[in-house]
């Protein structure tokens, strides 16, 4: 499991920094005492640390530069950034992922919480979470779940893409009929799809879990992506709006 908490980008000494320093007559303590951080800050950024992009703004400013002029890696940095924001965690498997947090993860939801998969199985054999669920629609949460329509050629096709065959249509029809009680809940909207699916997800609120569908490997053994919903990052925007585009064709159960 890997995690992605922080990033920390060093490229080496800035010497259009401390040219524009030497133009604007700033010595490091000068800049330093302008902008009100530690010399020592001053000494990292001289060193190529990127600044965050409000102190960039200041310093650009100050020393009547283009920040791009000082920092024209500063697009790179702040793009990793986002993305060590937007991934939280990665599972090498999903079978890895503890059932735990799978509670946690749908027990956080406010709002909305979306499955999309093919079956579902495991979801649908967990007795507490089916009850989870069903709790957090009657509490006024909208659930979405979207499964496979057993019988299209899609299926048909994932089943030999994992090397199962037909259980794998077997499986859709278990967790229907697991998740039977949960389709008369309140709030609790089931659909079939007739789509290929790349991923697997699995929404609660801004809190997603990507499970990528890999040609001959079963689900279970592939791996997990714990993403974040966070401004000005698309990568969780983009997999919700492939769920919304799967779920306005998929007919109600």
């Given amino acids: 499991m890997l995690d992605f908490s922080a990033w920390d980008e060093e490229v080496g000494v800035n010497q259009a920094l401390r040219n524009a320093m030497m133009a604007a007559g700033l010595q490091q303590l000068d800049l330093a005492a302008r902008l009100a951080v530690d010399p020592k800050t001053v000494e990292r950024w001289l060193a190529g640390r990127v600044p965050h992009p409000s102190n960039r703004a200041a310093v650009a400013k100050l020393l009547n530069r283009d920040e791009g002029e000082l920092w024209p890696q500063a697009g790179v940095t702040d793009r990793r950034a986002r993305l060590g924001d937007e991934v939280r965690t990665v599972y090498p498997h999903r079978w890895a992922v503890p059932r735990e947090v799978w509670l946690r993860h749908f027990d956080r939801a406010r709002d909305e919480i979306s499955i999309l998969v093919y079956s579902g199985l495991f979801l649908a054999e967990d007795g507490g979470l089916v009850r989870l669920l069903d709790d957090k629609a009657r509490s006024g949460v909208i659930v979405r779940i979207l499964l496979g329509?057993?019988?299209?050629?899609?299926?048909?096709?994932?089943?030999?893409?994992?090397?199962?065959?037909?259980?794998?249509?077997?499986?859709?029809?278990?967790?229907?009929?697991?998740?039977?009680?949960?389709?008369?809940?309140?709030?609790?909207?089931?659909?079939?799809?007739?789509?290929?699916?790349?991923?697997?997800?699995?929404?609660?609120?801004?809190?997603?879990?990507?499970?990528?569908?890999?040609?001959?490997?079963?689900?279970?053994?592939?791996?997990?992506?714990?993403?974040?919903?966070?401004?000005?990052?698309?990568?969780?925007?983009?997999?919700?709006?492939?769920?919304?585009r799967v779920w306005s064709a998929a007919r109600s159960f």
């Fill in 149 to 244: 329509n057993p019988d299209s050629p899609e299926v048909v096709q994932r089943g030999n893409d994992e090397g199962v065959g037909e259980s794998m249509a077997s499986r859709i029809r278990n967790a229907l009929t697991l998740l039977r009680p949960l389709a008369g809940s309140s709030g609790v909207q089931i659909r079939l799809h007739d789509t290929v699916l790349y991923n697997s997800l699995y929404r609660s609120d801004d809190e997603l879990f990507v499970n990528p569908h890999i040609y001959g490997i079963a689900a279970p053994s592939a791996p997990v992506l714990h993403l974040r919903r966070v401004v000005d990052a698309a990568m969780v925007l983009t997999y919700l709006e492939s769920f919304e």
